[in-house]
């Protein structure tokens, strides 16, 4: 990753998205979905660090939520190859925010599609609070994550993947996103640069 442009943040015009960060999604990892390259555990507790450090300076804490339809049946979509299988119900609490970071949002985004910004009022809660940058984790980092960064550029918010704060279902997966795509359209970071650049060390 690129590291020849020194970060520099401005708390109060920045939000720290998190995407996906949910008991159902967690579960799956758990039950032997995979992940990687960073254990989820390990990427959300760099989500934690960095949303503590971020509020406390004043910054904006959003956590998006993907749903699969409010009776448990998946939403609406069209066909895929790798769709839901007919009959699938997901968990009541498949939506639930992970306890780690129940006490770390300032507000909750409910999704239906890979995009955060789409049928959502993510965008129009960033403009209210007069945010230009946001700063991106969670999993997938190459399926909600990307999908976000994608919708942000496109909507002209200057982003930094915070590259050990997201993981993915396969490492590769993850690199491809962090390499190929997130250059295009924003910068990736670690958390410790992101803290260095939030502290003005």
Not at 62 to 67: A, E, I, T
Not at 107 to 123: I, R
């Amino acid at each position: 990753m690129s590291t020849e442009e020194a970060l520099v943040i401005d708390p109060k015009t920045t939000a720290l998205v998190l995407v996906d960060l949910q008991r159902g999604v967690f579960e799956g990892m758990a039950g032997g979905a995979g992940v990687g390259p960073h254990s989820a555990g390990d990427a959300l507790a760099r989500a934690r660090r960095t949303a503590t450090a971020l509020r406390e300076r004043g910054g904006l804490v959003v956590l998006v939520r993907g749903s699969m339809g409010l009776s448990g049946v998946p939403f609406p979509a069209p066909r895929t190859d790798a769709g839901v299988p007919a009959g699938v119900r997901v968990p009541p609490h498949w939506a639930e925010i992970v306890p780690e970071l129940a006490d770390c949002a300032d507000h909750v985004v409910t999704k239906h599609q890979w995009g955060s910004f789409y049928g959502t009022d993510l965008e129009v809660l960033l403009r209210r609070n007069g945010i230009t940058t946001l700063l991106l984790g969670g999993v997938a980092t190459n399926l909600g994550v990307e999908s976000a960064a994608r919708e942000a550029y496109d909507r002209g918010f200057e982003q930094v993947l915070i590259e050990d704060a997201a993981t993915a279902f396969d490492a590769a997966a993850h690199q491809d996103t962090v390499s190929r795509v997130m250059p295009l359209i924003g910068r990736v970071r670690t958390t410790e640069q992101v803290l260095s650049a939030l502290t003005g060390g």
